[in-house]
């Protein structure tokens, strides 16, 4: 018999939604593999390759798998619209991009000026750049950090331009370390918060209070962007947020500069900030490389939506912190009414490089066996943990508007399964 012709192959697996050249693809490989019915499957696993909205069930709040903070809704035009990125709508002359929504964030955090960039690396980057290519920045060795995906301080710093004076040693760096190591060359002492280990023991560091008295600017950069360790959006100062660096106070105790990510702490879209006095953040702004790292429209529109958020008082809302906050409690009665597994406390976590080790407690639901593939292959994708031979799925991350599709799911995975005893 002779093989299909890839046209007709393809034009056999349209109602997989795919557009036509994807499903020819997958056709062609099927063909050049001498297994025709494969072609399904392999379209299959194209499908699979394609960015879509999933549920996460993991309990990590911020999963860099998973794009970090949730994206909330946020206002949408309901028509092809064009924004005023960088129109000035009063006098109809050409305006700012970093108007609105850094401009916002500025304001939110008490900071003098603010501008938005690709991502916390960008930030750091473009500061590091503006301010001390040709020069010198002072760095504690305690602080040459690796962020995943390779974000490593002194690689960055390499690439900035500027040299790199390391100072102190791993578990302690005194001021007097900051101190000998100042000269006409110097353009900066960094901080850079450790967001992903901690140095315990036998250790010492200096404050950027303490810091910001040698006169150089310090440049903060904080990693999870707290915007305010008081949080009154969540009523005051929470226990679990203890030891996360925030902008406010970190721009109050006299960093001259801070640098956050967009998605971390903040909530928001995937950017960073570049925060502090406003004749520094015009220098980054100014430099070259600014307009290679700026972003897009729609993401300034959900960055400034998250801003008018904190201004507004109404951050709790934001679905990072809706989501931070539920009680175990709820988060269990929302388990049982799912009517599928078992109810079993959980311990998720941040993630993304805040709150290092520390734990969430949470609660959801457990079902024997291994279910991630069939759970991932679901509409909407769901992603859980497997443990100890169980699927587990920690409802903190969920939406309570996803629990009818996750209660589906799950109904599907275990006919008649037996609850887990946990
Ligand atoms: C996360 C982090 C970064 C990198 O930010 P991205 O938004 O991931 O680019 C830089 N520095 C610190 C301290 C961080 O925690």
């Known amino acids: 018999m002779r093989p299909p012709s890839v046209d007709a192959l393809a034009r056999s697996l349209s109602d997989l939604g795919l557009p036509h050249p994807l499903l020819v693809d997958a056709a062609r490989l099927a063909i050049a593999a001498g297994d025709p019915g494969s072609a399904r499957g392999r379209a299959g696993i194209l499908a699979a390759t394609l960015l879509r909205p999933v549920i996460n069930a993991t309990g990590i709040l911020l999963h860099t798998n998973l794009g970090r903070a949730p994206a909330g809704p946020f206002p949408t035009p309901s028509a092809a619209r064009y924004a005023n990125v960088e129109l000035d709508l009063a006098t109809g002359g050409r305006g700012s991009r970093d108007r609105h929504a850094a401009g916002l964030l500025a304001r939110a955090a008490g900071a003098e000026a603010a501008i938005a960039v690709n991502n916390g690396a960008a930030a750091i980057l473009l500061v590091l750049t503006a301010l001390g290519a040709g020069r010198e ?25 500027a040299s790199m004076v390391e100072v102190g040693t791993t578990n302690r ?8 190591a100042l000269g006409d060359r110097t353009a900066a002492c960094l901080k850079v918060h450790p967001s992903n280990y901690r140095i315990v023991g036998f250790t010492e560091e200096v404050t950027v209070q303490e810091l910001a008295e040698l006169g150089p600017p310090v440049i903060a950069d904080l990693g999870s962007g707290l915007l305010d360790a008081s949080t009154p959006w969540l009523g005051g100062p929470q226990r679990w947020l203890a030891g996360e660096p925030a902008v406010r106070q970190t721009l109050a105790e006299g960093a001259a500069l801070v640098t956050f990510s967009g998605d971390k702490l903040l909530g928001g879209p995937q950017a960073g900030i570049i925060a502090g006095r406003a004749d520094l953040v015009a220098r980054c702004a100014r430099h070259p490389l600014a307009r290679a790292l700026r972003p897009g429209g729609l993401i300034l529109l959900h960055l400034q939506h998250t801003a008018l958020a904190y201004l507004r008082g109404e951050a709790a809302g934001l679905p990072l912190w809706a989501m931070a906050t539920r009680t175990v409690a709820s988060l269990r009665s929302r388990a049982a009414a799912l009517g599928a597994g078992g109810v079993v406390d959980l311990a998720g976590a941040f993630g993304g490089g805040s709150q290092p080790g520390r734990e969430l407690p949470s609660a959801g639901v457990a079902l024997a066996g291994d279910h991630a593939a069939a759970l991932r292959a679901w509409d909407p994708p769901i992603v859980a943990r497997v443990s100890g031979g169980a699927t587990l799925l920690d409802l903190r991350t969920v939406d309570p508007s ?9 109904a599907s995975c275990s006919p008649g399964l037996p609850a887990l005893p946990v």
């Open 137 to 161: 920045v002072v760095v504690s060795r305690g602080e040459l950090v690796e962020i995943g995906g390779g974000f490593r301080i002194p690689e960055v710093m390499a690439s900035s331009g």
């Open 173 to 180: 760096t005194r001021l007097d370390d900051y101190r000998r």
């Open 402 to 410: 996803d629990d009818e599709v996750v209660g589906k799911a799950l």
